[in-house]
Structures are given as structure tokens and as C-alpha cells.
């Protein structure tokens, strides 16, 4: 049914609710018809779809199978929407699974501290207990946060209370790096007014190799 259906064009939810129903094994068919097509871009949408519902099952294998994708846009494409599968069930549990990954640790990453806000991050941070974790996860926050002008400056404020924050340095160098490059006015004139000598520097440093 699936494969009749199959078209560029073919109507969307139709397709969808067809892959809603097929069994693992038949996923892992449809997968293999479509990229065995020549010009299978053309079907990307139905690819991102099969592989999409084979991460509700078993994400792990469905990531392992993008990695052999041909192309490399085609594999980025097909390992984001097992991403976004996996992170929409258990963001925090894919984190953990994927630290080792080479290929979609950061994406990992940059997705769960995109779950957390100005007024959930410490508690989410809470379920980190390594440092070292807690360190990356703070600084990816923090970088996402220098574009909400209430955002950074309730990170901004927390950093400048919590002076045994672990990460604290870093979190406050990739969140000033991140306004760095948005409005380097602003965050230059921010920066010139906290007494740390380091933050200033590479605060100048990275200005100078972005927007000489």
C-alpha cells in the first residue's frame, strides 16, 4: 500500500498514516526501496517520515542506519528526524545515550537545553550529577539564551550570584560570545563593566577573528 502510494507528490497525510501502521521490519523495507532509487531526494520527505516513526521503536538502530546514507545533506537530514523523534519522547534519556557519538552528540545537545527556560534550567540541570555534564549543558544554555534579551540577562544575573556555579566560567563565555556575535556593541560594553580580566580578553579576541 505504501509503495503504491509513493510519489513526489503524493498526498502527505495519506503517507503518513500508511507508515503509522507498518511493522519495524517493514520500515526498514520501505527505507531500503526508497534510497535504492536514483534520484531519491525527490522522496526525502517520506524517508524522513519512515525514519521518524522507526525511532518510536528503536532509535538507536534507526540513527546507526542514516550513517549509511549516501550523501552527506541525505544522512544529516535522516539523523535529525530520528533527533527530533527521540528527543520529542525522552530528550533527556537520548542526551545520555548519544555522549559518545561522534556524529549527533552535539545536535543531541543543542536540543535538550532548547526543552529547558529561564525558569526550569537549574532544576534540569539538578539531573545532571556528573560535572562535567552539568559544565557542557550550562554553557549550550547559556549560548542559546544570549539572544533573548530576558533570557541573558536572567542567566547574567544567576551567574553573577551563584560564584560556585559548576560551568559558572564557562556558561558566562559562550553566553557573552553568543551576544559577541549578534550585537557586538552591546556585549563589549556589557563585558567592559564585570571585573574579570580573562572574559574581557577573549571577549576581544573573539570580536577580533569574527568582526575584525
Not at 552535539?106 to 555534564?133: G, I, Q, Y
Request: charged share 30%; net charge negative.
Amino acid at each position: 500500500e505504501f509503495l503504491a502510494e509513493l510519489s513526489p507528490d503524493a498526498d502527505e497525510a495519506k503517507i503518513w498514516k500508511i507508515i503509522q501502521r507498518l511493522s519495524p521490519q517493514e520500515i526498514r523495507d520501505a527505507i531500503a526501496v526508497i534510497t535504492a532509487k536514483e534520484k531519491n531526494g525527490d522522496y526525502e520527505a517520506w524517508l524522513s517520515a519512515l525514519y521518524y516513526r522507526w525511532a518510536e521503536t528503536d532509535p538507536m538502530a534507526a540513527l546507526e542506519s542514516t550513517k549509511q546514507l549516501k550523501g552527506e545533506f541525505l544522512a544529516d537530514a535522516m539523523g535529525l528526524a530520528v533527533l527530533c523523534s527521540w528527543m520529542s519522547r525522552d530528550a533527556e534519556g537520548a542526551y545520555i545515550s548519544l555522549k559518545k557519538d561522534k556524529d549527533f552528540w552535539h545536535e543531541a545537545r543543542d536540543m535538550l537545553v532548547r526543552t529547558w527556560n529561564k525558569d526550569t534550567v537549574f532544576e534540569s540541570l539538578k539531573r545532571f550529577p556528573d560535572k562535567e555534564d552539568a559544565r557542557i549543558l550550562l554553557g549550550a544554555y547559556c549560548f542559546q539564551s544570549a539572544g533573548d534579551p530576558e533570557s541573558r540577562a536572567h542567566m547574567l544575573a544567576a551567574l553573577k550570584e551563584n560564584k560556585d556555579l559548576t560551568g559558572r566560567e564557562w556558561g558566562y563565555s559562550l553566553l557573552y560570545r553568543s551576544w559577541l556575535y549578534k550585537d557586538p556593541v552591546n556585549a563589549l560594553a556589557d563585558v567592559a563593566q564585570i571585573q574579570t580580566p580573562w572574559l574581557r580578553q577573549q571577549m576581544l579576541r573573539d570580536g577580533l577573528n569574527s568582526q575584525p
